[in-house]
C-alpha cells in the first residue's frame, strides 16, 4: 500500500501525516540518525477526511518542490485505492478519482496524463522505499528496543541511505518536469497556481527542536 511509504519518510526526514486534519511536512538537511531507532506509526490514511483539505496559516515557502509533488503522487494513489474500494463495494468513487481534475479544472487528458506520471513514479518510489526499509531494518537490529547504549551517539544514516534519498528527489523532480513538458508551460503555470493555493498551504515545516 502506497501510505506505506509515510513511515519511510520519518527515516528520509520527509514526513508526511495527517494532525487534527493538517498535513505535516518535516524536512532536514540530512537525515536524522535518531530516526533509526523509532518505532512511532502514523496514521495509515491520512488523508482519510478528503476531497476536502484545510489550510494551514502559516505557510513556509521553503518546503521543496519534491516534498510538495511526493504527497501528491502518494495522494493521488491514495484516491485512485479508496474509489477502486468504493466501486467494489458499489458506490460511486467518482469524486475521489476526479479530486485532482475538479480542484485543478484539469481537462481529461490533463488527468489521465498527471493520473499516469503519478501512477509511474509511485512504482519507482515504492521500489526505493523497499530499499530503505531493508537498510533501516538492518541498523535498528544492532539496536535492541530502539534504545541507545548509555552515553553512545546515534548512528550516522549509512552512505547508501541518502543515495536513495538522492534518487528519489531527482525521480520526483524529473515527473514534474514530465508534467510540464506534457500540459506546456501555460496550463503548468495554472497548475501551479492551484498547487500553491490549495496543496501547498497544507503542508508546513516543523523544526525539530521547537516540536520537543
Given at each position: 500500500?502506497?501510505?506505506?511509504?509515510?513511515?519511510?519518510?520519518?527515516?528520509?526526514?520527509?514526513?508526511?501525516?495527517?494532525?487534527?486534519?493538517?498535513i505535516v511536512a518535516q524536512v532536514s538537511n540530512q537525515i536524522n540518525p535518531a530516526s533509526f531507532l523509532t518505532n512511532q506509526k502514523p496514521?495509515?490514511?491520512?488523508?482519510?477526511?478528503?476531497?476536502?483539505?484545510?489550510?494551514?496559516?502559516?505557510?513556509?515557502?521553503?518546503?521543496?518542490?519534491?516534498?510538495?509533488?511526493?504527497?501528491?503522487?502518494?495522494?493521488?494513489?491514495?484516491?485512485?485505492?479508496?474509489?477502486?474500494?468504493?466501486?467494489?463495494?458499489?458506490?460511486?468513487?467518482?469524486?475521489?478519482?476526479?479530486?485532482?481534475?475538479?480542484?485543478?479544472?484539469?481537462?481529461?487528458?490533463?488527468?489521465?496524463?498527471?493520473?499516469?506520471?503519478?501512477?509511474?513514479?509511485?512504482?519507482?518510489?515504492?521500489?526505493?522505499?523497499?530499499?530503505?526499509?531493508?537498510?533501516?531494518?538492518?541498523?535498528?537490529?544492532?539496536?535492541?528496543?530502539?534504545?541507545?547504549?548509555?552515553?553512545?551517539?546515534?548512528?550516522?544514516?549509512?552512505?547508501?541511505?541518502?543515495?536513495?534519498?538522492?534518487?528519489?528527489?531527482?525521480?520526483?523532480?524529473?515527473?514534474?518536469?514530465?508534467?510540464?513538458?506534457?500540459?506546456?508551460?501555460?496550463?503548468?503555470?495554472?497548475?501551479?497556481?492551484?498547487?500553491?493555493?490549495?496543496?501547498?498551504?497544507?503542508?508546513?515545516?516543523?523544526?525539530?527542536?521547537?516540536?520537543?
Amino acid at each position: 500500500m502506497s501510505h506505506k511509504r509515510v513511515l519511510l519518510r520519518i527515516l528520509l526526514a520527509i514526513l508526511v501525516v495527517a494532525i487534527s486534519g493538517s498535513i505535516v511536512a518535516q524536512v532536514s538537511n540530512q537525515i536524522n540518525p535518531a530516526s533509526f531507532l523509532t518505532n512511532q506509526k502514523p496514521n495509515d490514511s491520512p488523508q482519510a477526511n478528503l476531497p476536502d483539505l484545510p489550510v494551514q496559516n502559516d505557510i513556509s515557502p521553503e518546503i521543496p518542490l519534491e516534498v510538495v509533488y511526493d504527497h501528491i503522487f502518494s495522494h493521488i494513489d491514495f484516491l485512485n485505492n479508496k474509489a477502486d474500494e468504493e466501486q467494489r463495494n458499489n458506490r460511486d468513487g467518482k469524486i475521489l478519482r476526479n479530486y485532482y481534475k475538479d480542484g485543478a479544472k484539469l481537462d481529461e487528458r490533463q488527468a489521465r496524463t498527471l493520473d499516469s506520471i503519478a501512477h509511474q513514479i509511485n512504482q519507482q518510489l515504492k521500489r526505493i522505499d523497499q530499499q530503505v526499509e531493508i537498510i533501516v531494518k538492518r541498523v535498528r537490529s544492532a539496536y535492541p528496543n530502539g534504545r541507545l547504549p548509555q552515553g553512545q551517539k546515534p548512528p550516522l544514516p549509512p552512505q547508501e541511505l541518502i543515495d536513495l534519498d538522492t534518487e528519489k528527489k531527482n525521480l520526483i523532480l524529473q515527473a514534474v518536469n514530465q508534467i510540464k513538458i506534457e500540459f506546456g508551460d501555460a496550463e503548468f503555470a495554472r497548475f501551479t497556481e492551484y498547487v500553491n493555493q490549495r496543496i501547498r498551504p497544507t503542508i508546513k515545516i516543523i523544526n525539530p527542536k521547537k516540536s520537543k
